[in-house]
T-cell receptor, first 116, second 113 residues
Framework: AQTVTQSQPEMSVQEAETVTLSCTYD???????LFWYKQPPSRQMILVIR??????QNATENRFSVNFQKAAKSFSLKISDSQLGDAAMYFCAYRSAHSGNTPLVFGKGTRLSVIA | NAGVMQNPRHLVRRRGQEARLRCSPM?????VYWYRQLPEEGLKFMVYLQKENIIDESGMPKERFSAEFPKEGPSILRIQQVVRGDSAAYFCASSEGSNQPQHFGDGTRLSIL
């Protein structure tokens, strides 16, 4: 079974600085997707960024980018120019690309605080 | 285009009562997933349904929990004879196809007195 590990329960960053959240995963599959979700206090689950395992290029979305290391099974999230609105729980998630086997597997999350 | 709609947002039940949680997927989406989030934990998969069919219920507790997604109407997650340990946030997600992105609702927070 696949597992996702987020080793940092809490992180903090100064406003306008950069922070990196760690995520590692375990799988025997070669084709899969990886995601970062943001959950603010309102509890919505907001998709931040998505990476296909077959793509070598790291995904980016504005101030959010990932460092995907397939051999190391590592998928870290970098937030640049941090803003107060970035404060939230961040969850890393894995999903198999095999048809019919599509539940998301989540890590336990990292709580990010942004200091003004 | 409305997103995934879950209701109620908050639900309070006494031990032994039944809880019904509803999820209306996004328009055009026929795949629904239910996840449970315990306090300070990530979301854990419960069940995956397509219209009128349960595709994967490997994450569902064997007793008291059931789910359906009828031809007409929302998907329902039903918990019978609730216990304190059922207190959690329950999230629904929907997608167009089995390998398409999943869009989440705002969740239902279930509290058991």
């Amino acid at each position: 079974a696949q597992t996702v590990t987020q080793s940092q329960p809490e992180m903090s960053v100064q406003e306008a600085e950069t922070v990196t959240l760690s995520c590692t995963y375990d799988t025997s599959e070669s084709d899969y997707y990886l995601f970062w979700y943001k959950q603010p206090p309102s509890r919505q689950m907001i998709l931040v960024i998505r990476q296909e395992a077959y793509k070598q290029q790291n995904a980016t979305e504005n101030r959010f980018s990932v460092n995907f290391q397939k051999a190391a099974k590592s998928f870290s999230l970098k937030i640049s120019d941090s803003q107060l609105g970035d404060a939230a729980m961040y969850f890393c998630a894995y999903r198999s690309a095999h048809s019919g086997n599509t539940p998301l597997v989540f890590g336990k999350g990292t709580r990010l605080s942004v200091i003004a | 285009n409305a997103g995934v709609m879950q209701n109620p947002r908050h639900l309070v039940r006494r031990r032994g009562q039944e809880a019904r949680l509803r999820c209306s997927p996004m328009k055009g989406h026929s795949h629904v997933y239910w996840y449970r989030q315990l306090p300070e934990e990530g979301l854990k998969f419960m069940v995956y349904l397509q219209k009128e069919n349960i595709i994967d219920e490997s994450g569902m507790p064997k007793e008291r929990f059931s789910a359906e997604f009828p031809k007409e109407g929302p998907s329902i997650l039903r918990i019978q004879q609730v216990v304190r340990g059922d207190s959690a946030a329950y999230f629904c997600a929907s997608s167009e196809g089995s390998n398409q992105p999943q869009h989440f609702g705002d969740g239902t927070r279930l509290s058991i007195l």
